[in-house]
């Protein structure tokens, strides 16, 4: 644990928090992409099989749980407790393309051919592009609510600081991830563009426009 890591999981957190505030709030999940949220619900739910096996820390057990609870829960929000207001319409990425793809490619580069450590590895590799659906869908829609761009930007964070958690490791302990370093950089390149769109528009106070 560094404070690279233990911002990054903050950050992680109040992506989801912010998520789930706009939903209830609102009592609707428009602009928001229910593929994304399941493939992240799977991330969770692969990764953190360990659970049930490996005790690291009171703090790694109750994140861990947070973050498969809440993920779960939004997925219900979704697709349960307010359909009506789903974008069916424009949430239509090939999810099942990302799945089959992350699944393939933990089966040719892995740390291990075990259960848990495919399983990991598929986790890894899906996180770096769960958040393609949603992207998807603001760039059909044109525009996202001030709150979901604040989510957005939360989440980008968690994996950039991630990065720098990396590297801290790499010269502090000596101790690296190809692997996840590797798709946690992917992922942070995914949020470029939402990035400087987020500085240039969000912070004036201004509902995010996209160019369709």
Same mark, same amino acid.
């Given at each position: 644990? !560094?404070? &690279?890591?233990?911002?990054?999981?903050?950050?992680?957190? @109040? @992506?989801? =928090? =912010?998520? +789930?505030?706009?939903?209830?709030?609102?009592?609707?999940? *428009?602009?928001?992409?229910?593929?994304?949220?399941?493939?992240?619900?799977?991330?969770?739910?692969?990764?953190?099989?360990? =659970?049930?096996?490996? &005790?690291?820390?009171?703090?790694?057990?109750?994140? #861990?749980?947070?973050?498969?609870?809440?993920?779960?829960?939004?997925?219900?929000?979704?697709?349960?407790?307010?359909?009506?207001?789903?974008?069916? !319409?424009?949430?239509?990425?090939?999810?099942?393309? =990302?799945? %089959? @793809?992350?699944?393939?490619?933990?089966?040719?580069? !892995?740390?291990?051919? *075990?259960?848990?450590?495919?399983?990991?590895?598929?986790?890894?590799?899906?996180? *770096?592009? @769960?958040?393609?659906?949603?992207?998807? +869908? %603001?760039?059909?829609?044109?525009?996202?609510?001030?709150?979901?761009?604040?989510?957005?930007?939360?989440?980008?964070?968690?994996?950039?600081?991630?990065? /720098? !958690?990396?590297?801290?490791? /790499?010269?502090?302990?000596?101790?690296?991830?190809?692997?996840?370093?590797?798709?946690?950089?992917?992922?942070?390149?995914?949020?470029?563009?939402?990035?400087?769109?987020?500085?240039?528009?969000? /912070? #004036?106070?201004?509902?995010? *426009?996209?160019?369709?």
């Amino acid at each position: 644990m !560094n404070i &690279f890591r233990l911002i990054g999981d903050l950050s992680h957190l @109040a @992506a989801i =928090l =912010l998520l +789930l505030l706009k939903i209830w709030r609102s009592r609707s999940v *428009s602009g928001i992409s229910g593929k994304s949220q399941l493939l992240f619900a799977g991330v969770f739910l692969t990764r953190y099989l360990d =659970l049930f096996f490996v &005790f690291v820390s009171l703090y790694n057990t109750v994140m #861990k749980l947070v973050f498969i609870a809440t993920s779960c829960l939004t997925c219900y929000l979704i697709y349960r407790r307010f359909p009506a207001t789903r974008d069916s !319409n424009q949430d239509t990425f090939r999810a099942e393309i =990302l799945v %089959i @793809a992350s699944a393939g490619l933990a089966c040719l580069i !892995n740390h291990e051919f *075990s259960p848990l450590e495919l399983l990991w590895t598929f986790s890894i590799y899906l996180e *770096s592009v @769960a958040i393609l659906p949603q992207l998807f +869908l %603001i760039s059909k829609t044109g525009e996202a609510e001030t709150i979901t761009s604040h989510y957005l930007f939360a989440l980008g964070s968690y994996r950039a600081l991630y990065i /720098l !958690n990396w590297i801290y490791r /790499l010269v502090v302990e000596g101790q690296y991830d190809v692997i996840a370093i590797a798709a946690g950089c992917l992922q942070t390149a995914l949020y470029a563009d939402f990035f400087y769109l987020y500085v240039t528009i969000v /912070l #004036k106070g201004r509902a995010m *426009s996209l160019p369709a």
